[in-house]
C-alpha cells in the first residue's frame, strides 16, 4: 500500500529493455493506486507513439523525440499531484538524466532483465526478427542500450517476482514519500 | 470569478492569429485562476517548442505537431482537475476539431482580431519581417489560417478591451460548469 497522505505528485520511470517487464510491473502499480484512489497516468513508449500518431522513427533522433514528449508530460502531471508511470526503453543515459533533473520526485526505476531472458521470453516476438535483421535499430541487439549507474530501484524480474518487484518498488517509493513530508 | 466547486478539469483552447492577444488574455486567467487557488497549466506553442527542444518547423508538419503534443498533454492535465490554457496560433481547422473531439471540457475560443490591426501592433516585428518574406510559412501571410466555423467563444481585441474578453471568458466557463453539475 502507498502512504501518500499529501497526494505528492512523482514519475516513476520504467527503463530496460524490450521484455524486460517494464509494462508488467507498471500496470501492476497502476492497479494498487487505482484500487487506493490514488491519481496516477501511465505512459507507455509505444502507446504514445500511436497518440501522437507521426512517423516517429525507432533512430536515436525518434527515440528521444519520444522521451521527450513523454519527460514533457510527466513533469506536468506530476506538479498536479498525479503519480505517472512511464514504460519507456529510453536507451540513452544523458537524456534519462536531463530529465530525471528537471522533475521533481523523479524515481529511476532501471527493470535489469538479462538480455538473453527477454529474447528467451520474446512476448512480441520481435527479437527473432531483430536477431534476424528484419528489424533495425533494435535496442540490444543492433541499437545500445546505456544502463543507468545509480538507478533509484533496479529490478530483476528473472530473478525475483512480478510481486516482489512490485513489492521492492513501493517500499522505496514510502521510504522516499516519508523523507519528504 | 470562476465558480468551479467539483474542481472539473477543462482546456480553453485559443486559437488565432500571431498578436492577435491570445497569451496576453490566457495570461490574465491564468492570473484569476491562481489567485483563487485553482489548479492551471499554460502550454504556449512557442515555449513548448523552446521546451522539447527540437528543429521543429513551422511548416504545415511543424504546426501539427507542435499542435499534437500540446493536444495530448493538454488532455492528461484536464483529466486529472486542471485547467490548462493553450494558446496556440494553431491554423488548421480539422486538426482542432479532431483534438476537441478528444477532450471532455474543451473549450475553443477564437481571438479573431483582424490581421490589419496584428500587423500594426507588431509587438514581435515578425510580421514587417514576414511582408519581406523574411520569414517563411508566417500564418495570415504565407501561411493559412482556418478560422473556426463555431468557435464556443469569439473575441475580438480591436473592438472590446482585455479585461472585458477575460469577463466574456469567464462568463462562459461559469455557465458551462454550472451545466456539468
Given amino acids: 500500500m502507498l502512504n501518500n497522505p ?13 521484455g524486460a517487464g517494464k509494462t508488467t510491473i507498471a500496470n501492476k502499480i497502476a492497479k494498487i493506486l487505482s484500487e487506493e484512489g490514488s491519481k496516477y497516468e501511465l505512459i507507455d513508449g509505444d502507446v504514445l507513439r500511436e497518440q ?3 512517423d516517429l ?3 536515436e533522433d525518434g527515440r528521444k ?8 508530460t510527466a ?9 505517472v508511470l512511464v514504460t519507456l526503453i529510453s536507451p540513452f543515459k544523458e537524456q534519462r538524466d536531463r530529465i530525471k533533473m528537471s522533475i521533481n520526485n523523479f524515481v529511476e526505476i532501471y527493470v535489469n ?4 531472458v527477454c529474447i528467451q521470453r520474446d512476448h512480441k516476438g ?3 526478427k531483430a ?13 545500445p542500450y546505456e544502463a543507468p549507474l545509480k538507478p533509484d530501484v533496479e529490478i530483476d524480474t528473472s530473478i525475483i517476482s512480478i510481486d516482489d518487484c512490485v513489492k521492492k518498488i513501493i517500499n522505496f517509493l514510502n521510504e522516499k514519500i516519508a523523507r519528504l513530508d
Avoid at 532483465?113 to 538473453?116: A, D, F, Q, V, Y
Fill in 57 to 59: 522513427g525507432f533512430d
Fill in 126 to 128: 520481435l527479437y527473432k
Fill in 6 to 18: 499529501k497526494n505528492q505528485g512523482m514519475v516513476l520511470w520504467f527503463t530496460g529493455l524490450s
Fill in 65 to 72: 523525440k519520444n522521451v521527450n514528449i513523454a519527460g514533457y
Fill in 52 to 54: 501522437l500518431n507521426w
Fill in 131 to 143: 536477431l534476424a535483421n528484419e528489424i533495425p535499430n533494435f535496442t540490444g541487439i543492433s541499437h
Fill in 75 to 83: 513533469n506536468l502531471l506530476s506538479k498536479h499531484g498525479v503519480i
Fill in 113 to 116: 532483465t538479462p538480455l538473453e
